[in-house]
């Protein structure tokens, strides 16, 4: 069943786009999330925590204004996403980020949503981070380093991997969340097979035209499937191509950006 929700939508060139923050970097870490708070992105108070606690500062390159509410270019022809996008993410999947839960990151870009994950399913928990570019998963390992969840990725309950995001991470399946950051012309079964029961998947799908999907798999396996709202996320491409930056044809079967 597929059903439109209306939700409120931001754009790239949101409220925070010229906002200029002074203090501290970890002040305007926090004045981000209080500036989402206000417009109405975040509603969550578990959302607001993490968010505050994983600094973005972390997560984008050197020179990068990291508090704008934009995506930014993280080298290899991919970006990390927006902040609210983030964080409406964060929201749709929070049931399915419980201590002790198992999470799947695909396109885990920067690592930062993957960080995110981490904090909210705890030590006992698993959040798994797979990227189709191998330098992008080198310096997400060196980016959570710096970050709060780093004592996760210490202790193994926090990993990223090198792998074909269309396949998933089957050695930590099921999972109760799945976050996919590329744009896909159709949900790819193997995500749908590893998808726990009661379990909650979030992914963009449409070629030009895009929908951000909520795929809820109910316990006797049958989905229930809703679109939250219109986005615009980088393509399912080959990482040739990507590298190349151009896309390549939407029917061509290969890995998935980073859009972590």
């Known amino acids: 069943m597929d059903k439109k929700r209306s939700t409120l939508k931001i754009s790239s060139s949101s409220v925070l786009a010229e906002r200029s923050w002074s203090g501290s970097g970890v002040n305007k870490n926090k004045a981000m999330v209080e500036h989402l708070q206000h417009y109405g992105v975040i509603t969550s108070k578990k959302v607001s925590e993490v968010m505050e606690t994983i600094d973005r500062a972390c997560f984008v390159p050197d ?140 992914i963009p799908v449409g070629n030009i035209f895009q929908d951000l999907k909520v795929v809820d798999k109910n316990q006797d396996g049958s989905l229930s499937i809703w679109s939250e709202t219109s986005v615009r996320y980088v393509p399912l491409t080959s990482r040739d191509a990507q590298l190349r930056g151009c896309c390549e044809k939407q029917n061509e079967k290969a890995p998935l950006t980073a859009r972590g």
């Open 63 to 202: 020179g990068t204004p990291p508090y704008v509410d934009s995506p930014m270019a993280i080298g290899y022809n991919a970006t990390i996403s927006a902040p609210h996008m983030h964080a409406t993410c964060l929201q749709l999947l929070e049931e399915n980020l419980k201590p002790g839960m198992h999470a799947l990151d695909i396109g885990s870009g920067t690592g930062y949503l993957t960080a995110c994950f981490a904090l909210m399913v705890g030590p006992q928990g698993r959040a798994v981070g797979v990227e189709h570019i191998p330098e992008l998963v080198v310096s997400s390992i060196q980016n959570i380093e710096k970050s709060a969840a780093a004592p996760l990725l210490k202790e193994g309950s926090l990993s990223v991997h090198v792998g074909d995001g269309r396949k998933g991470w089957p050695e930590f399946a099921p999972y109760d969340a799945i976050h996919v950051g590329a744009a896909a012309p159709e949900i790819p079964q193997a995500l749908i097979d590893q998808l726990k029961p009661g379990g909650r998947m979030v």
